[in-house]
């Protein structure tokens, strides 16, 4: 039996995107957070909390999107044709956060709030494309003799427009337990009480998305629904649920890591639901990560660099996080 090179560069795609979504989650969830808490104090301390490891957060966006080019080059090109306008806009707000994120450090005092509102106005910018994007990609791609077919506004329907917005609430979610584990005192408190709210208002987000999916897409439903798949896949709603009340549990003051741990493992659930709807798809509804897959011989060479690579991030990322273990005090802070 050979080696499933398509196989294991799905593998490596779907591990980086995974990997995206839980570490710049939450620092592009602070963002989102930002206009609720007023206190100049609090936003330093919140920003603070992420400065030392925010940008090599995006190092797993960059590998996920050149693995993609690399291994399922027709993937590539059809997904970023009929996405262009969304993923411009999302790296249009990175680019704005992250100029903002250093800039609202040296400003003076008249020029911090503008600073302020573009890092918050660039968080929800990037979050609400990121969903966006991946509304329409389970949406589907129109492909016509090997190149997207569709117009250059399919991707904007009810559906993705709610992925967005279900985002935003996913991301306040990691951007607050994140600050419950890394802050304390009236900072703390404030995260809790709006994460309470944020955890509801995700378990109705998930609700929503796991019924509008299969009622939209026939395949989708035969997938979860039929037997014996219901039976095998009916843990992955019930541990929601499960995750969902054991979260509010735990959100309380003195709480640290378990809120985090915990919306960390609930974005996992929702992630694992994705990949059960979509599998094998490549380029729903149609096109397999075999059918999208490059010549053996290049997804052969580029998976040894895949290899020496990965380890490498996961290093220095775990060794910064070390690093910069701890709580952050007011006042502190990597700048």
Do not use: C
């Amino acid at each position: 039996m050979g080696i499933d090179l398509p196989l294991i560069w799905a593998v490596i795609i779907g591990f980086a995107l995974m990997m995206y979504v839980i570490m710049d989650g939450f620092d592009l969830g602070i963002g989102v957070l930002f206009p609720f808490v007023r206190d100049r104090g609090d936003r330093d301390t919140m920003v603070n909390t992420v400065a030392p490891v925010w940008d090599g957060n995006e190092t797993w966006l960059v590998l996920g999107g050149a693995a993609l080019l690399a291994a399922f080059p027709l993937a590539y090109s059809v997904v970023l044709s009929a996405l262009y306008l969304p993923l411009v806009l999302m790296l249009a707000g990175l680019i704005w956060r992250g100029v903002a994120f250093e800039f609202r450090f040296k400003a003076d005092e008249a020029h911090r709030p503008f600073w302020d509102k573009a890092f918050a106005w660039g968080s929800y910018i990037a979050t609400f494309f990121q969903g966006v994007a991946l509304g329409a990609f389970i949406n589907g791609f129109a492909v016509v003799g090997g190149a997207y077919g569709g117009g250059s506004l399919d991707w904007l329907h009810p559906f993705s427009v709610f992925t967005g917005l279900g985002l935003l609430v996913a991301y306040a979610l990691l951007g607050s337990t994140w600050l419950i584990m890394k802050t304390d005192g009236n900072l703390q408190r404030r995260m809790i009480q709006i994460a309470r709210l944020v955890t509801l208002a995700l378990f109705g987000v998930i609700g929503i998305v796991s019924l509008w999916t299969p009622l939209k897409h026939p395949a989708i439903a035969a997938r979860w629904f039929s037997l014996p798949n219901i039976l095998f896949f009916a843990p992955v709603p019930l541990l929601v649920l499960a995750v969902t009340v054991l979260l509010l549990k735990v959100l309380r003051p003195g709480g640290h890591a378990a809120p985090f741990l915990l919306a960390l493992f609930l974005l996992f659930l929702g992630y694992s639901g994705l990949a059960i709807s979509l599998w094998p798809h490549l380029i729903p509804p149609s096109i397999t990560i075999w059918d999208a897959a490059g010549p053996p011989q290049a997804l052969g060479f580029t998976l040894v660099g895949a290899l020496f690579i990965i380890p490498f991030i996961l290093a220095y990322t775990a060794w910064a996080y070390y690093v910069f273990r701890g709580k952050v005090n007011a006042g502190e802070g990597y700048h």
